[in-house]
Structures are given as C-alpha cells and as structure tokens.
C-alpha cells in the first residue's frame, strides 16, 4: 500500500483480516487514485474477486480525488444495509477530512465488520 508506513500497511492488512474472521465475509481495500469513474473502478474490482464477490466487501478511497466507495456483494448486502454503509462512509469521511486517513480507513473496517458480524448469516 503506497504512501503508507510499514505499520500503518500492516495495521490495515491485520484489520481487514480480523474482519473477516468476525463477519465471514472478505474485506478488501483500494487506498489510491481509480482508472475512470469511482463507482465503475469499485465495481469492477468486486467483481473481480470472481466467486467470491457474493461474500465481499470491497472499500476504494480516493484520496487525492476525496472520494469514497462501498461495494457489497449479494449475500453481504443481505448483513449490510445501504444506510449502514452511507453512515460508515460518512463517520470515515470525517476522519479523511480531518487528515486521518488510516484512522478512518480503519474505523471503517472495523465498523462495517461489526454490523455484518451483528446480523446473521
């Protein structure tokens, strides 16, 4: 993860895997600038994950163009709402605006693991 300190990289790969163990589903991340639009660049790299974009979700922040995407699968949506992710997106943006970047990268992992964790399966 470029721009990142070794630790900060390490501290967001341990967060997206303990996410994963509590929800069961895959977190991924892209921390940098998207090929075209946000949304598509978002898209595409779900649907990239093949079969298991079902059982995904992936976080794209643009940085340098402030800019923030959640994408959940079918059977992530199901544990996680479209309002929980815009209040996930929105408390993240805070920390982004604050110049906490992996702050709310992190807050976001986390958030979002908790609510899928807290719904079943």
Known sequence: MR???TAQADDIRNA???AGRRS???FGLFLGEPAGGRRHFAERLHAALGD???DAVVILVDVK???LEIVTGENARRRLSDS???LTAMSMATAFSAGDVVGG???GISSLAQQSAARPR
């Open 3 to 5: 721009g990142l300190t």
């Open 16 to 18: 997206l895997r303990a």
């Open 24 to 26: 069961g589903l895959r």
């Open 52 to 54: 298991e974009a079902d």
């Open 65 to 67: 163009g402030r800019g």
């Open 84 to 86: 929980a992710c815009r």
């Open 105 to 107: 990268v992190l807050y």
